[in-house]
């Protein structure tokens, strides 16, 4: 698990273990954001026990779970909300971290340019190429 830095306030990553909480508290991290579904494969940890060790670590945690493939609206809207409201600096997990990016790149295009946008998921190691009718219209509104 490598955070992805996207903007001064967000990084996002692969999915985490229990285990990465405590690291992840000492690299600065006030919030966590669990953006994958309980129970989407085997093996993974499960959200109550992140939200724990996160409390341990005096870390603020949402469960804000999007199924993969299906990023809606509704999504976006409390995805933006989070971190609106969240102790910063924030990192956001998924399986891969592209579901996450993808949230980000929804909202931050109503403050800057869809191209910037791009770029900046693309450094970050996420192509959101095929986003980009969706973020354009996002853009627009």
Sequence with gaps: MQPKRLSATLSVATQ????????LAAQGF??????????????QPDSVL????????GMTYRYLPVISGQVQDADVEAFAQALAVLPTPTLAFCRTGTRC???W?????????V?????TATVAGYDLGG????L?????C
């Design 131 to 134: 986003l980009r009718p969706r």
């Design 30 to 43: 006030r919030s966590l954001i669990n953006n994958r579904p309980d129970g989407e494969a085997a093996g």
């Design 16 to 23: 985490i273990g229990v285990e990465d909480v405590a690291t």
């Design 115 to 119: 191209e910037d946008v791009l770029h």
């Design 50 to 57: 992140i939200a724990t060790m996160a409390a341990r670590h």
């Design 105 to 113: 790149a929804l909202d931050a295009v109503r403050r800057q340019p």
């Design 136 to 140: 354009q219209q996002a853009a627009s």
């Design 101 to 103: 990016t993808m949230l």
